[in-house]
């Protein structure tokens, strides 16, 4: 009996894209092919830091940016102090073997731009304006390392932290965010979300400054908030930048005991000092804020 090879041949040709789609969609429950968990992962920004420390095998880390060892900015300083830094030049990382690369989206654009252009898996992680882009982006990241459930325990602890401190404040107060030199953020930033949700009502609408900028001390002194959210070492003039926190007339204005105080190294980044930071504002709230 002859047996025809052309359905033989179909078989052989169906077989070679129906087994990997069924594998694919068992496996991932979608059609896109997951990529290989990266083994030499190099972070060119603070904030990526932070994610990569939280999200990452220490094995997996090939190195940080120089300021992930800086105490006053980097939540997780010390455990960044027993990996490399890179110094953020990209031929350094091009030639060090990194098979995925964090960079951030502001002020690397170049050595992003000229990463990919070689060849390398380059993520982008922008500064978090909102908590549910925070969720997608560590998602996202965790994904991408491995470690999908790390991302997950890293928003368990946000949402918990958030669950804690909803509507903590007694009255429905107004509170600037004050930085150096008078800046004031945008009023579509996280820090005013997690403010909100606590009960507070942002300032920047009554100062005309919904997108945010520099805030005079005239304005300020005509307009004062019930209470200012500023950095933990505010107190103190130590150059020009932060003279206006002990500015005489913003002292009798807007008095220290109405001012919240949280650090730095916990409101630069969103990530796994979100919490921390939260729970840092809520005992501010506890101890200030009648």
Not at 85 to 104: I, K, M, P, S, T
Request: neutral net charge.
């Amino acid at each position: 009996m002859k047996v025809s090879v052309v359905p033989q041949l179909h078989l052989r040709l169906l077989s070679r894209w129906i087994v990997p789609l069924v594998l694919t969609l068992w496996l991932g429950g979608g059609l896109a092919v997951a990529q290989p968990k990266p083994q030499r992962v190099v972070s060119l920004n603070l904030c990526a830091d932070q994610l990569l420390l939280a999200l990452a095998d220490r094995e997996q880390i090939a190195s940080l940016s120089f300021l992930s060892r800086d105490p006053s900015l980097s939540f997780l300083a010390e455990e960044a102090a027993a990996l490399p830094v890179n110094e953020g030049r990209a031929e350094a990382v091009l030639f060090g073997g990194a098979d995925l690369v964090l960079a951030g989206t502001y002020g690397q654009q170049h050595q992003a731009a000229l990463l990919q252009a070689q060849g390398l898996d380059v993520l982008r992680l922008g500064p978090w304006t909102r908590l549910e882009q925070g969720r997608e982006q560590i998602r996202a990241l965790a994904r991408r390392l491995g470690h999908p459930e790390r991302g997950e325990a890293l928003i368990a602890r946000i949402d918990a932290a958030l669950a804690r401190t909803k509507d903590i404040v007694p009255s429905r107060s107004s509170i600037l965010i004050y930085d150096r030199r008078g800046w004031v953020p945008s009023l579509d930033s996280m820090q005013n979300e997690i403010l909100a949700h606590m009960g507070f009502v942002p300032h920047q609408k009554a100062l005309g400054l919904m997108q945010g900028g520099t805030v005079s001390m005239e304005a300020l002194l005509t307009s004062p908030p019930d209470y200012m959210l500023v950095d933990e070492g505010s107190s103190q003039a130590v150059d020009q930048g932060s003279a206006l926190f002990v500015h005489p007339a913003l002292v009798k204005t807007v008095p220290l005991e109405r001012r919240l105080k949280v650090p730095a190294r916990l409101t630069i980044c969103g990530g796994p000092s979100t919490p921390a930071m939260i729970e840092a504002l809520a005992a501010e709230v506890a101890l200030k804020v009648r």
